[in-house]
């Protein structure tokens, strides 16, 4: 007995001897295996910094690349673009001097034609130069609201659709011409482009508490929910979208908008719904911007005035049932402001004759540009955003 106790006892020992340097193998094996984790959590962490590092750069190489390249092609564009309203300044000035000296010749309806395309051609490089980054012209002397207005209407191609309802008797200041001029050119032309060929669009003039609101309204096609939001982005002039997503046809009208509104200070807004169903577009003009209209001294007005006031809608014409003057007969529109200070050529023929000669340009005008096709489709494309 006593033998086999004295084994057992010895077996004990070697067991827990055993179990102890199994043990000790055990915690050295994990040490190891901690050891090496660490070393390779650590080895990760490294990569992926070196990743993350890789990627910011990649990213940041790309983007200068990108705003280089949007660089280059404004610097490109905006040069063009600038070359071409040159040409068409040119070609407009050539036009109203030859106007001024032959008024009543027969060649004045070619005239017409040719200035009326020149305008429209001046206004898409007017937008091309903005959006490439160049300022926009300033005049020295406020100018009508109607006149404004009148301005922006001989610049889109359906301009016989427009129809100004009242008078202002407001000014806007010299500042605020070119850039009210050139929105208004641009949301007609989008009224224009996205309602039938026979649709009116009606502009009337509001003044509410300190400003001056034009609002446009066209019986075209509404705005669903996410097309409203897309166009109030680009009005608001936050987002500014680059050359490459303009489309393979760029539509400049509302990012230029945006543009100039937020530079000049003054609001576009496209989220009402006309009277007609399709959209009311609203620039809002805060009193900074506009002032009253001067009268003028002069009892003779030059040939280039009369040209302008005639058809204007008179103070007491009768109004419609919602309110607004009855549409009279359809003007000519003017290519650009009339600039009182703009020199002008000596008329060739006696005073008399000289207004004579105005009247009768007047209404050849209106005739040669009334009787244009309305039902002609139209060959330009929409600004829309």
């Known amino acids: 007995m006593a033998a086999v106790a004295a084994t057992a006892v010895v077996a004990v020992v070697a067991l827990a001897a055993r179990n102890r340097a199994l043990g000790a193998k055990k915690q050295q ?32 190489t790309l983007r200068e690349a990108k705003e280089a390249a949007e660089e280059n092609t404004k610097a490109v564009l905006k040069g063009a673009a600038s070359f071409l309203q040159s040409l068409a300044a040119e070609q407009t000035t050539l036009l109203d001097g030859i106007q001024r000296k032959y008024g009543g010749h027969a060649v004045l309806s070619d005239l017409l034609e040719v200035n009326h395309a020149n305008a429209q051609m001046a206004r898409k490089a007017q937008g ?17 609201v109607y006149d404004v207005v009148r301005s922006a209407q001989g610049q889109i191609r ?10 202002t008797g407001l000014a806007l200041k010299a500042s605020a011409v ?21 649709a009116p669009i009606e502009v009337t003039f509001q003044r509410i508490r300190n400003n001056l609101c034009i609002v446009i309204d066209d019986a075209g096609v509404s705005m669903n929910d996410e097309d409203r939001q897309r166009a109030t982005e680009l009005l608001s002039g936050d987002v500014v979208p680059r050359l490459s997503q303009l489309g393979n046809q760029p539509k400049f009208g509302f990012p230029v908008i945006g543009l100039i509104a937020r530079q000049y200070g003054f609001t576009v807004d496209v989220t009402g719904v006309s009277r007609y ?31 302008r006031n005639e058809g204007r809608p008179q103070t007491g014409a009768a109004r419609t049932t919602h309110g607004l003057p009855k549409r009279g007969a359809r003007q000519a529109p003017i290519a650009s402001v009339p600039d009182p200070e703009a020199p002008r050529s000596a008329p ?29 489709t139209s060959l330009e494309g929409s600004e829309d955003a």
């Open 29 to 60: 094996s994990e040490a190891e295996l901690r050891r090496q984790l660490h070393t390779s959590d650590s080895q990760l962490h490294v990569s992926r910094a070196e990743l993350q590092r890789f990627r910011s750069e990649q990213e940041r």
């Open 128 to 144: 091309i130069a903005v959006m490439c980054g160049a300022p926009l012209g300033r005049r020295n002397r406020p100018a009508s």
């Open 158 to 167: 359906n301009f016989h659709r427009v129809a100004i309802m009242q008078q």
């Open 178 to 198: 070119a850039p009210v001029a050139l929105a208004v050119a641009e949301l007609l032309d989008n009224a224009a482009s996205f309602s039938q060929q026979d």
């Open 277 to 307: 169903g399709g959209v009311r577009a609203v620039v809002l003009l805060p009193e900074e911007l506009w002032t009253m209209e001067e009268t003028p001294q002069a009892p003779e007005a030059p040939v280039s005035s009369i040209m």
């Open 348 to 376: 060739r023929a006696p005073q008399e004759t000289g207004r004579a000669s105005g009247r009768s340009l007047g209404a050849f005008q209106r005739g040669t540009l009334s009787g244009r096709n309305p039902d002609a």
